[in-house]
């Protein structure tokens, strides 16, 4: 029998925590079927650690995982687990340096502001540790997102109870700029034959500045341009400043400033300026002293002023609690610490936080810790507009019902870096007035920005092959479902435009007869998948990258309470497999509340999920009946253990996700007894299964004792393996009847 390998991520808090407690089922279990199961470590911690190696010990070196797994990727035999990671803004990165920094790891400073060559360098290998350092390496193929027909069959027969209600005359609305945005400036070309190009500002006095030369582009690739004026979105963000306080509404900002790592923490960082203009203007020079980068937001200005003498920094506290005498209320990120929505870029992530303000009534926190309509300002665009039709339908129909709602599924473009992935590098900050334009090899312009000093330039690319695939992975799905599969594309934005031009053609590739496929405008598609989930029936979108971003978190949130519940599988090009656990997104205030009271509430029902389709994959490959019994076996734990509501409780002493695992070990071992394909199996777990269901009670009484009091594991982005693995694995009883399978 052929080893057959699947690789499970290691990587960063909640999911992580879950892994010591559910990975040594799953070994054990997998034991001698040919399965192994083994780790590689791609969280941030280990991102900066295989990056910076220099001044490392032999025992603290790793190798660089997250390359090895990318070149995995392109072996047809791939298989690999990816559980949810930090995509890291710069304060985490800070915060993840300066714990590897305690504990010995000689890893040096991220220079913020990088001004001699050897700091630029250093930021340059740092940049491979920020914001969605993984998924561009790893989504080699486009992304098949949906619930398993369990788990919603399971969220309409217990629907979650997070909704609240719509209040009548909400005044909640989404904000955007209407001109002069990403947007409206977009351009967008298909290169016919494969070139290089290189990017150029050209000054207002004819000299030419490369930025980025010999990007090699291939035939049929799409390439776009587009750029945000900043005088433009200071002057949004002033207006509704000023419109929030008007209306009695809490302010709130919505950006994506991990994915967008570049472009999206310099927006967030204008809106703090903007907000807290009389303390800027007034601290401006001691603050550019301190090193004060806006781009990490008000909570960078709290931490460079504790350098300061005690009664300058006062002074500027001061300064910054007297703005909310005259400024509208911020939507809060923790009311009880005084965080506020412009504390932190990564705090409020849009694809995150846009459907927890639809699944709370169009609220949001405020200061006293009461729900409040709010302004929630998008300043693009592209995807802006989409939220608010949300809004408008709920505030015309009220609420979704989970226990009615149709399903809402996603095929995403995001194979070979597709859009907004592929822009990190080609991402600038005008240096001047002028423009920014793409010469190919032969001289020619093939887009290009007119920019004034300061202005945030954005490039995008995306491959012929992926957009194929993706057709054709939606063309499957739509056979598949039998539901209505929508491509959501705007022919007024440039880079749509030429998307649609492909799909059209591509579609012909392929037998869509008695198929409802059709392209619509982003706002009329989000339109007809409300009307049809409201009305109980499904819809399959497929979309480009940020929007597969979007939406696989809205509608799950809405059906399921949660985005960690979807399965997401990407077919890689090569042949192999991807299997995505779910969003991490409340990951933090997971690991917050364990480390307070030792109770983990992440539900790891997105890995038991994804185990499933990773064996079929092998069992496809090698023909192994064993594996696929394994797999099958698995699903019915799983159903069962959403029918007999083994969750994740949300509150301390009760069930949590060390018991979760637990029930899904005994209902999994339980499957194998009862099966009658294979005998040796059935006899291996016959004895498993019995020992699991007569210590039921013996083992609950133990996981039980570990909450209710803080617990150590030594570390936030690096903790101690023994510490965290004692704290995650606390029943003696359940652990020696694993250990010893």
Not at 373 to 389: F, G, K, L, S, W
Not at 644 to 670: C, H, Q, T
Request: charged fraction near 25%; proline fraction near 5%.
């Amino acid at each position: 029998m052929k080893t057959s390998k699947i690789i499970w991520s290691e990587i960063d808090e909640a999911p992580a925590l879950a892994t010591y407690a559910l990975l040594p089922i799953v070994q054990k279990f997998l034991k001698g079927s040919g399965v192994e199961v083994e780790t590689r470590d791609i969280s941030l911690s280990g991102r900066i650690i295989a990056n910076f190696p220099d001044n490392l010990t032999e025992d603290q070196k790793i190798p660089d995982y997250l390359t090895q797994l990318g070149e995995l990727t392109q072996d047809p035999e791939c298989n690999i687990i990816k559980l949810p990671n930090v995509s890291a803004s710069i304060p985490q990165l800070q915060d993840a340096i300066k714990e590897l920094q305690e504990k010995g790891y000689k890893i040096p400073d991220y220079p913020e502001e990088a001004k001699t060559d050897a700091e630029k360098a250093l930021q340059a290998r740092f940049a491979k540790c920020l914001g969605s350092a993984v998924n561009p390496v790893l989504r080699e193929g486009n992304s098949d997102r949906r619930a398993a027909a369990s788990v919603k069959k399971f969220a309409q027969s217990n629907p979650h109870r997070m909704m609240k209600p719509w209040p009548a005359g909400s005044k909640t609305r989404v904000a955007h700029m209407t001109g002069h945005d990403f947007y409206g400036s977009e351009t967008s070309v298909t290169v016919k034959a494969a070139t290089t190009v290189n990017y150029e500002f050209v000054a207002a006095d004819g000299s030419v500045t490369v930025l980025k030369a010999k990007l090699p582009l291939q035939a049929g690739e799409v390439l776009d341009s587009s750029s945000m004026n900043m005088a433009a979105l200071r002057k949004f963000y002033a207006e509704q400043i000023e419109a929030a306080k008007k209306d009695g509404v809490l302010l709130s900002l919505h950006l994506k400033a991990t994915m967008m790592k570049i472009s999206d923490p310099y927006i967030f960082g204008q809106c703090v300026t903007v907000f807290y203009k009389d303390v800027f203007e007034k601290h401006g020079q001691t603050f550019k002293e301190l090193g004060v980068n806006i781009s990490n937001g008000l909570g960078d200005v709290y931490a460079k002023i504790k350098r300061l003498p005690e009664a300058k920094k006062a002074e500027i506290e001061a300064d910054i609690m007297a703005v909310y005498k005259t400024r509208p209320a911020l939507a809060m990120v923790d009311s009880r610490k005084g965080i506020t929505n412009l504390h932190v870029p990564n705090d409020v992530i849009i694809d995150a936080s846009m459907p927890v303000v639809v699944r709370d009534g169009g609220r949001m926190w405020n200061l006293q810790d009461e729900l409040q309509d709010t302004v929630a300002m998008i300043p693009d665009r592209c995807y802006a507009t989409i939220y608010q039709t949300v809004i408008e339908d709920c505030q015309k129909h009220g609420q979704f019902n989970p226990a009615t709602m149709g399903h809402v599924s996603n095929v995403g473009l995001m194979a070979q870096k597709a859009e907004e992935y592929g822009s990190h590098d080609k991402t600038f900050f005008a240096p001047g007035n002028g423009k920014i334009r793409v010469v190919d090899a032969s001289g020619a312009t093939l887009l290009e920005q007119s920019v004034e000093a300061g202005d945030v330039f954005r490039s995008c690319q995306t491959k012929d092959a992926p957009i194929q695939d993706w057709v054709k992975l939606a063309v499957t799905r739509a056979k598949a479902s039998g539901s209505p599969t929508i491509f959501w594309l705007d022919p007024k934005r440039g880079h749509d435009a030429q998307i649609i031009k492909k799909v059209e053609t591509y579609l012909k590739d392929h037998d869509t007869s008695g198929l409802d496929i059709r392209i619509m405008t982003p706002d009329a598609a989000m339109q007809l998948a409300c009307d049809r989930a409201r009305k109980g029936e499904d819809t399959v979108t497929v979309t480009g990258n940020a929007l597969r971003d979007y939406l696989t978190d809205l509608f799950p949130i809405l059906e399921l309470g949660t985005s960690a519940r979807m399965l997401s599988i990407v077919p890689l090009l090569k042949g192999g497999g991807l299997f995505e656990t779910g969003a991490g997104g409340s990951a933090p205030k997971h690991v917050e509340q364990f480390l307070k009271e030792g109770h983990l509430r992440w539900d790891s029902l997105g890995e038991y999920c994804a185990l499933v389709p990773s064996l079929e994959h092998v069992a496809n490959r090698t023909k192994e009946a064993k594996v696929q019994l394994f797999a099958d076996t698995l699903d019915q734990a799983v159903s069962k253990y959403l029918e007999n509501a083994k969750a994740p409780s949300r509150k301390v002493n009760e069930i949590d996700n060390r018991g979760s695992s637990f029930y899904l070990a005994m209902y999994w071992a339980r499957a194998l007894a009862t099966q009658d394909k294979d005998a040796g199996l059935k006899t291996r777990f016959a004895k498993v299964a019995a020992e699991l269901e007569a210590n039921e009670a013996k083992i609950n009484a133990e996981l039980l004792a570990a909450q209710g009091k803080p617990v150590d594991i030594g570390g936030y982005y690096k903790p101690d393996v023994k510490k965290t693995e004692k704290a995650m694995r606390p029943s003696a009883t359940l652990n020696a009847i694993i250990d010893q399978m």
